[in-house]
């Protein structure tokens, strides 16, 4: 039995057991929905457009956050790499940062930029920095020595050597940094607009619970999942695969 059919039956025995029990259980609906009224609100919620918006503003939150947190790890993480006195200093911070939940900087967002998008994608950005920064580092660190030495005694120096052997020695760490990065930000993103304004998948998480509406709520999350599966299958872990088949790791 291949993977995909493995899996596709799990999922239906789940389906299943879920439907049985919400029909059997004493709960009312709006506290333990059947399977059948959360797809139900699903379908009716992507055909009338509300699901998609929301879908829309997320991604789009998420992939501008995203691409900041990407750009500032990579080039934290160089600075981090080629000074001894930044990494004592500035990479001990940001290992203390890590630690920190990014909605906790919430408040402080709220506070500096107000509660609008800017707060959300501050949120997105901050959930995603510290830990491509340190991936970054690692993979900047990781680069054999053998390399170096070998494209400094053929010449290659500044951008050049960063270019052809720092940046492609450091792909397979980097790709495991963004694989990481992206769950960070996706989850930041949902806290974020949890609180926030301006619509977006969490927002709609937030109505559903004020209106009590279980279905609604659990629909979102449903669609959360597909989402975070389809990117972190699709394309991070493919990419991963494949970076790691060329250089002879898999």
Do not use: C
Not at 179 to 189: E, K, P
Not at 241 to 249: M, P, S, Y
């Amino acid at each position: 039995m291949t993977t995909f059919l493995r899996r596709t039956l799990f999922i239906v025995i789940l389906a299943v057991i879920w439907e049985v029990t919400s029909r059997l259980s004493t709960l009312p609906d709006f506290m333990f929905p059947p399977l059948s009224q959360v797809l139900q609100t699903l379908f009716y919620g992507l055909v009338d457009g509300q699901i998609g918006i929301a879908i829309f503003k997320s991604m789009s939150r998420l992939l501008i956050g995203f691409s900041v947190a990407v750009l500032l790890g990579l080039l934290l993480g160089y600075w981090i790499w080629r000074s001894k006195w930044v990494e004592d200093t500035l990479g001990f911070l940001i290992t203390a940062l890590q630690s920190i939940p990014s909605i906790v900087w919430f408040p402080l967002a709220i506070i500096w930029f107000g509660l609008n998008d800017f707060s959300i994608l501050f949120i997105v950005a901050i959930g995603a920095t510290w830990t491509m920064t340190i991936n970054a580092t690692s993979g900047f660190k990781n680069v054999p020595q053998l390399y170096q030495r070998v494209a400094k005694t053929l010449g290659s120096g500044g951008f050049h050597f960063l270019r052809t052997v720092i940046l492609p020695a450091s792909v397979p760490q980097i790709i495991s940094g963004l694989r990481i990065a992206w769950a960070f930000s996706w989850r930041a993103l949902m806290a974020g607009e949890l609180l926030g304004s301006g619509g977006g998948l969490g927002h709609l998480l937030e109505t559903g619970r004020s209106l009590g509406q279980m279905d609604l709520v659990i629909s979102v999350m449903i669609i959360i999942g597909v989402i975070g599966t389809i990117m972190d299958n699709l394309v991070f872990l493919r990419l991963e695969r494949n970076v790691q088949k060329k250089w002879g790791i898999q």
